[in-house]
Nanobody, 116 residues
Framework: QVQLVESGGGLVQPGGSLRLSCAAS????????MSWYRQAPGKKRELVAS????????NYADSVKGRFTISRDNAKNTVYLQMNSLKPEDTAVYYC?????????WGQGTQVTVSS
């Protein structure tokens, strides 16, 4: 059974940091590109960051470049999103996403709220 379980969300003040984790099971994690998406209330889901399966090349949305870092540990079947200098506009549900060819899987999401 394929599972993507996100954790690490919560309430943080502007300028603070959080690290999200996504633990994968039920598929060959190392062969999948992994991404983090987010969806704020009333807005479309958007891509935040992606990391490839092999050499771990990454890319980011312009809105998070220089503040967020995506990484993966294939030995632990886990992908991370380190979020620094958080802003209120980063408030959203963050989703983990796995893709390989036409195979794709979503996590259930974790809430991140940035507020004073």
């Amino acid at each position: 059974q394929v599972q993507l379980v996100e954790s690490g969300g919560g309430l943080v003040q502007p300028g603070g940091s959080l690290r999200l984790s996504c633990a994968a099971s039920g598929f060959t994690f190392s062969g999948y590109a992994m991404s983090w998406y987010r969806q704020a209330p009333g807005k479309k889901r958007e891509l935040v960051a992606s990391i490839t399966s092999a050499v771990g090349g990454s890319n980011y949305a312009d809105s998070v470049k220089g503040r967020f870092t995506i990484s993966r540990d294939n030995a632990k079947n886990t992908v991370y999103l380190q979020m620094n200098s958080l802003k209120p506009e980063d408030t959203a549900v963050y989703y983990c996403y796995a893709r390989k060819y036409h195979y794709n899987h979503w996590g259930q999401g974790t809430q991140v709220t940035v507020s004073s």
